[in-house]
């Protein structure tokens, strides 16, 4: 049988139908929205998971060329690893299900959205969130949905719901969350303030419910039976007294120490001596006793901040960590900057290249060059662990966006600019907050290389403990606390405004009391972090790095393109071959040239404007003598053009041979006279050359 449910959403038909596909799935739904269509389903394997403490969920968003009625490029003609974009949408979907599972549920699950259908105006992004929630509402798995998201832009001071692809806007951001709150906030922007953010996280989750009634309707339809869940033992909660009993002292006096890798210790002894404890409860497994100790631990430092607001290294909450800076640390690259917040350190390095480095993306919405591009390593040394380097994971391609988005709006255009942009950061040590290190780093790397940017570019990550109605919230959050904390609340932007933002909660949603607070507290903390970023750096060098490229752009008639190209391309590869240099020419006549010193790129650049450009006429230009004759010489002055120098113009004194005054090989000046009737080019050295007679 099946169910279907429909709304008029954002100005287009949302259709959400169940029963009709994939129905061996424990959920499934369709998913339209214009002419998108979206399969999202969910399988939970009905054995619970007895070799994992974590609850093993994926998150799959897969985009299939048939959707827009292409064949695959390349070799295999069929789609291949996960894009970028795959993956952080897959994980936009993870981020406000993941919370709402019930916390003893360990059953291995998988959602899988697959793009069936794509019309080019209406992203898949939001609606995945929307059938990934309602596959799992009627699935009967202990789900607390349903959640719903809505995309939200920003024009001449209006929030448009849902805007279609390409449309211009101040704003993209996605914010999904439930009947009470928000549980993730994706956000990139034009310097908005904290009131425009606030104001439009309030237009996205009003904008939602709709959806969220809709689902609810669908699944008093056709809901499964909800699953049995075993709840914590009596035993596991005496263990967790007897622990909070007896080793509460020694827990406190372990996280007392000044650095992480001391606490970590320190700790791991305290549990040694825990597992001791226990050793005559032969029903007891490490695990339960391992499970317990953490819970103590995250109890102890939670009510140590609600109680007196103070945080395991002493800090207030609205303190933020020593910071120091340090540019110009890599004497080969274009721009660097060594950035380091408490024990979260990075080294951000900036590279200059021209257009024919920029990254070439192919998509579903179509294919399109990505000038700037930011990427995030976070080697496992810089955790003290042994691990295999590969690949980035879904977390570096996750911080590397959000970094980006916090960096791209602070840019300089192409046409101010015409250097691609790739900036790389290296996450050395990380105590949390490498994301926001990260921000930090990147702006002061491209200052350093003597990109424009408009404002310097701060991040600082927000946490939050809450328990009922008391809740504190936390600047600049360590690695211990966003593990036991309820937020991750990353905030990036200028003096002037947001420029990126992110949030993702652990408990069922937070209220916007809470998000207004935190907003505020940032504010001031990223206003402090750019203070002190601006000791280390504070406006953008006013010259390149001397290891950047040169870059010139000049504008040539379009129908003089093919001259300057060639039959084949012979004209622009003998001028690459003889001067080094690198030439883009586009459609509209625009020519960017670019080398390594401004030698080869001035010479390349006039050798285009011979080809293409006709010279002033009335114009002074340095030319080089090619050849003497009894009547003149003959003068290479404007590129590859020549032109012909009559004795008799020679001097305004008059000679008797033209020997006297230049031989082949100078280099003399010259004045353009126009063209004699057969099209020479006619110049003269009469109040250019001095009379020396």
Known sequence: MVFEKKIEWGGRLLTIEAGRLANQATGAVTVRYGDTIILCSVVADKKVSTETDFFPLTVNYVEKAYSIGKIPGGFMKREGRPSERETLISRLIDRPIRPLFHKNFRNETQVIC???????????????????????TISGIPFLGPVAAAKIGYEDGKFVLNPKIGCESNLDLIVAGSREGVLMVESGAAELSEDEMLASLRFGHDSYQPIIDMITELAEECACDPWDVVENTTDSQEIVFEISCNFSDAIEKAYAAPSKAERIAALAKVQDKVFEHFTAKESVTNE????AF??????LIRNRVLANGTRIDGRKPEDIRKISIDVSVLPCVHGSAL?????TQTIAIATLGTAQDEQVVDSLAGGYKERFMLHYNFPPFSVGEVGRLGTPGRREIGHGKLAWRAINPVLPPRSKFPYSLRVVSEVLSCNGSSSMATVCGSSLALMDAGVPLSGAVAGIAMGLIINNKKYEILSDIMGEEDHIGDMDFKVAGTRKGITALQMDIKVTSVTFEIIERAMKQAKIGRLYILDKMSNGLDTPRSVLSENAPKISHIVIPKDKIREVIGSGGKVIRDIIDRTGAKIDIDDDGNVTVSAQSAASMDGAIEMIRGIALDPVCGAIYVGKVT???????????????????HISEMSVCGTAKVADIMNEGDEVKVKFLGYDSKGRAKLTMKFVLECTS
């Not at 050849?627 to 120098?645: S, W």
């Open 114 to 136: 697959t793009v069936l259908s794509f019309d080019g105006e209406n992203d898949a992004d939001v609606i995945s969130i929307i059938g990934s929630s309602a596959a799992l």
């Open 288 to 291: 339960i006793i391992s499970k």
């Open 294 to 299: 953490e819970d103590v631990c995250a109890h």
């Open 339 to 343: 950035f380091q917040r408490g024990e």
């Open 627 to 645: 050849k003497i004759m009894d009547f003149g010489a003959f003068i290479n002055f404007f590129g590859p053009k020549e032109g012909l120098v």
